[in-house]
C-alpha cells in the first residue's frame, strides 16, 4: 500500500503500523531502495550500538526496549521475546544482555 500511494504523493505516515511491526521498516527500506532484507536478528544486532549508549548516558532499558516489543510481530517465539522484556527491562541494571535473552528465549521457544 505505500508503495502505491508514493506513486501519487511524496510521503506516507506510518504511524501506528510501525510502532506495533517495527520490522515494517526494514521491509519498506529494501522495496524503496533495494539490497538485501535484513534478518529481524540483524535488525536487533544493528540496535545494539545505539542501545549501549542510551545505557551509558543513564536511559533505562525499559525505555529503549519498549519500541521493539513488535519486533517479532507474528512470528513463532514472538510472545517469548515480548515477555523476557517487559519482565527484565525495569530490573536495575538491566542491558543489552536481556534483548539477546529476549531473543534467544525467542528461538528456543519457535
Do not use: C, N
Not at 504523493?9 to 527500506?29: F, I, S
Not at 513488535?70 to 512470528?75: D, K, V
Not at 517469548?80 to 534467544?104: D, I, M, N, Y
Amino acid at each position: 500500500a505505500v508503495l502505491a500511494h508514493l506513486a501519487q504523493v511524496d510521503g506516507v505516515m506510518l504511524g501506528r503500523a510501525a510502532y506495533h511491526d517495527p520490522y515494517l521498516l526494514a521491509q519498506l527500506e529494501a522495496a524503496l531502495y533495494g539490497g538485501p532484507m535484513p534478518s529481524r536478528e540483524e535488525v536487533l544486532d544493528h540496535l545494539r550500538p545505539y542501545v549501549e549508549a542510551e545505557l551509558k548516558r543513564g536511559t533505562a532499558l525499559k525505555h529503549i526496549s519498549r519500541h521493539v516489543l513488535g519486533l517479532y510481530q507474528g512470528e513463532p517465539g514472538a510472545r517469548t521475546f515480548r515477555r523476557v522484556l517487559s519482565e527484565g527491562a525495569h530490573l536495575p541494571g538491566a542491558g543489552w544482555s536481556l534483548l539477546e535473552q529476549a531473543a534467544s528465549g525467542r528461538r528456543d521457544a519457535a
